[in-house]
């Protein structure tokens, strides 16, 4: 058993079960942040504030790295971003409704009703889902980028994912996100594809330790 460890920095249980798997050929033991005890604070909601998503995900993986005591640490800042809205919401996508009393499930649906709103009868309903992996410890910090693309459906389709998956009709599939099970949904998001390039650069990193 390694004593290396590896801290991934997100609340989200769903998010959690997403980057696990794409780091777990890595020579260290990956823990959550339930597990490492950093407990939840106010300072969390701002750290994401920035207006890049490379930024965002910096951001988010020196600030728990601090917190944790110096753990190395990974974070993602990711988002969808919609042709016809010039980007949007972009780096706000968890928070678009403007909804601060919900989470969760109901925060999802809440950005979703948001989003059908928005984009109307429009034709034009090519999008993307774009994720900023980041990596920091004592000596540096990484990020890798990754994209997918797509377009929104006028319903929901499928109840697997969360956030923005129901309505996401992936060019590389031909269903939704929240129809294709975890193991294409992985093969092909924009989370996978950017933890799959991180997990890279840290796998030559570690090795030359």
């Not at 969390?44 to 890049?52: A, F, G, K, L, V």
């Amino acid at each position: 058993m390694t004593d290396r460890v590896l801290l991934v920095a997100t609340r989200s249980e769903d998010k959690l079960r997403e980057i696990v798997p794409l780091l777990s050929h890595l020579p260290v033991r990956i823990i959550g942040l339930a597990e490492s005890g950093v407990p939840v604070t106010p300072a969390e909601e701002s750290i994401e504030r920035y207006d890049t998503f490379e930024e965002n995900a910096a951001a988010k993986a020196r600030y728990f790295f601090l917190a944790s005591g110096g753990l190395p640490t990974v974070a993602d800042d990711s988002g969808l971003e919609v042709e016809a809205l010039n980007g949007a919401p972009g780096v706000r996508s968890k928070r678009w409704s403007n909804r601060p009393e919900l989470e969760g499930k109901a925060l999802d649906e809440a950005n979703n009703r948001h989003l059908l709103a928005q984009l109307g009868p429009t034709p034009n309903r090519r999008a993307r889902y774009v994720c900023v992996a980041a990596f920091a410890d004592a000596r540096t910090t990484l990020s890798a980028r990754g994209e997918t693309t797509g377009r929104i459906t006028p319903e929901a389709r499928g109840s697997a994912g969360f956030g923005y998956d129901p309505y996401f009709l992936s060019d590389d599939l031909g269903c939704t996100f929240g129809e294709a099970d975890a193991a294409d949904k992985s093969r092909v998001s924009h989370r996978g594809r950017a933890f799959r390039k991180l997990a890279e650069e840290l796998r030559s990193s570690f090795a030359s330790d």
